[in-house]
């Protein structure tokens, strides 16, 4: 059996989030009613004009600046010409020789794999290469009925970027943290929501397998119908042991369009390629060239700060652990819930482990988002410190937080109720430890004859006579010097 | 150079049905417009910028605001078919 190498490149296609369509005014609105947001333009009726929107062109600008491409002097807007019911112009309106933006890259890093492979990727940091993005507009939704099929025109003319990946990655962990990262950086600049399974970030996949040793790339298989990151993953493994197994059979593959079934887990043929299809492009003549320097310039101090700048500024500003930094940077709401509760913080790597500790799984366990939070950052932040503090103990800290996220007060107000204080004035915890003293000589005796731990009882009991208040910190030093 | 045209290839792109007849009338018909074309690579373009456009115009854009298009009853006015607010057409298979 041969080794074979693994060749993808995909195709990602994401819908921008303007309020109105690509060349006329139709509102971008998803889940309304069929056919409700239509025009002559999006119609494709005869004579309608289009005009190109701003703000679409800013966007793809914007995430142009963002995965580091170059912005050519000047694009332009093709046609390509096919019959599908979806499109009624007969042609759909994209770029093609002249795209905005050519080049660039997405860079990897290590939370962005699957979790279970996390800790033994050989190349984390890889960036992956971009051929170019382009702007069209995207097509009608088709759906399909026993004998006929049923168009809804309210998606069709929607502005839909294409990021197109050079044939650079290399497997389907590659191809998972590749959407991961490039998903995480379109939110950061907010230019789309990005979710696979509203179809607001849609992907094909191109793989091909070749013997290692082969300079010549093998024959290039296309996967359709992929609408989660982790079904991308899994379509990709399937496809490389079905090509495995072909060619060890010694079969020769035909270049085909191939669909993923995420429910039985497998590809299935959708049609095999017999010719490269021939759009006919030609510059769109209803369309003027557009001249990028004025966009690029409106768009460049709206660049974010980016995933990887900032998980290296949590690290160096706030003293969190590269994975926490890694974890609270992965989720924007998240990584500004945080940068709130630190700003004021003692310690703002305790806010970071109370937050990616009690408050995640307090989340999930309610499925609640970060941006619905009973707790505000403040209010987390003021918990954090009042336990820094020693003003209550860590343990009655977290009956504060379950409190707090039940109810949304501030920490301030549910340890004045309870009554929580920790005790740490010293003349009242020297009176407990001496009563605890006086009312447990054996274990005095034991502490003296050399066995240590019983301090701990003695601890305890100083704790039961304080009702839970005292620091138990200060009790044992108090103890241990008054036992020495 | 007489210049060739594949009105075979190209009606199939189309999606037309041309008879033989047909074929041979357009044929000829627009190998002669091809011709026609070919004069024109004897004018000496070395110094002019390619354009797809007459006018030296550029960044034609509108703002990012919605309006209001048609209702669904004009969108579908043309339907030949409708069901449930779709234009209805024959089944598309993938
Ligand atoms: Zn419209």
Redesign the pocket.
Known sequence: MKNYLVTIGLEVHVQLKTRS?M????PVEFGAQPNT???????GMPGALPVMNHQALKMTALTGLMLGCTIPPVCKFDRKHYFYPDMPKNYQISQYDLPLCLGGGVPLHQLAFPKDVQKTVANPDKVIPLTRIHLEEDVAKSTHFDASSGID?NR??TPLMEIVSDPEISSPEEAFAYLTSLKQILIYGNVSDADMEKGQMRCDCNISLRPEGQTELGTKIEIKNMNTISGVRRALAYEIERQTACLDRGEKLLQETRRWDDASGQTSLMRVKESEADYRYFPDPDLLPVKTEAIVAEVRPFVPELPATKRARFASQYGVSAYDAGVLANDLPLASYFEKAAANARNPKNVANWILNELLSSLSNTETGIEACPISPEHLDELVNVIDEGKISGKQGKEVFAEMFATGKAPGVIIEEKGLKQESDLGAIEALCDQAIAANPKAVAEYKSGKLASINFLKGQVMKLSQGKANPAVAGEVLAKKLA | MKAEFDVRYTAGLARLNLSEAEIAKFQSQLSQVLEYVEELKGVDVSQVEPTAHANPVFNVVREDEPRD??TPQEALANAPRQANGLFAVPKVIE
């Open positions: 369509k060349f006329c005014g139709c947001h239509t025009c002559p333009v999006c119609l025109f069709a003319g | 298009g048609f």
